[in-house]
């Protein structure tokens, strides 16, 4: 689907973006490129279960049957143990994930990503990935931000690309107010520039303050602005809703923001 690369002058008024200085949707600034996450390097909590395992015979074949309960005393200490690295390991992946789905400009530029942003996950599996590890990664994100293909053989992030990539949005006309979800310590910045994508494609928007609140307190002290999309969508200005129910639109000017919530 082509969407317009037309604006409508919702932009702020007398702002500039230093080249130097990204800032993202939230307000937070990053500076230069995006940091590429270290690719993973095997599963460390399936190591642990195979070491508890072999721990257990080797105790087993020493100690008298007494002490039984020891064993499985020190068998279980090394199984949650490896529950518990077999899920770090789950988050530092999925950390690696969005990089390769969302960010990873040489994989786009040579064609390993696709102008709609699916990438093969044969790829990954090469990369160090499982597909039980992928399909853990997609059905258990908060947000939902990954899918695959009908067929299965492709996989793609929702939203949140800095790659310009078409992942197929459909214009749909807002409810009257939306939400953005951020930190105190962004707000001087934000009510100065707006919102805007900084390296991404869209700026991100909640459907509930509940749901903007989580996403503020993973950068400081949550703050949530209300956003008149009423107000926007009469001024030119279009949303997009992904298939995981993140509003997006092109950029918010501070005169969006409604005044009882400043």
């Not at 529950?83 to 530029?109: P, S, T, V, W, Y």
């Not at 078409?166 to 105190?184: F, M, S, W």
């Amino acid at each position: 689907m082509y969407i317009s690369t037309k604006k409508a002058d919702c932009r702020p008024h007398q702002s500039q973006v230093s080249p130097n200085t990204l800032t993202y949707a939230d307000g937070q600034p990053t500076h230069g490129e995006l940091p590429q996450m270290p690719a993973p390097r095997g599963n460390f909590g399936d190591f642990v279960t195979e070491g508890a395992f072999l721990t257990a015979k080797v105790l087993f074949s020493f100690l008298p049957s007494k002490n039984i309960c020891f064993i499985f005393l020190i068998l279980h200490y090394f199984s949650i143990f490896a529950i518990m690295n077999k899920e770090k390991d789950i988050i530092r992946k999925g950390k690696h994930l969005a990089f390769l789905l969302r960010h990873d400009q040489e994989a786009f530029d040579d064609g390993r990503i696709d102008h709609h942003g699916w990438r093969m996950v044969a790829e990954l599996l090469e990369l160090g990935y499982t597909h039980s590890e992928l399909d853990e990664i997609v059905t258990t994100n908060d947000k939902q931000r990954y899918e695959y293909s009908p067929d299965g053989r492709k996989i793609r992030a929702r939203q949140g690309h800095s790659i310009p990539v078409d992942v197929e949005l459909k214009e749909v006309i807002p409810p009257g107010v939306l939400y953005h979800g951020t930190a105190t310590r962004f707000l001087s910045s934000i009510y100065k520039e707006g919102l805007i994508p900084g390296n991404r494609l869209y700026v991100h928007l909640s459907p509930d303050k509940e749901t903007a609140m989580k996403v503020g307190s993973r950068h400081g002290t949550p703050y949530v602005i209300c956003i008149d999309c009423k107000k926007m969508v009469s001024d030119g200005c279009k949303f997009w809703k992904s298939n995981n129910g993140v509003w997006l639109t092109e950029e918010v000017n501070p005169k969006y923001f409604k005044e009882n919530d400043r």
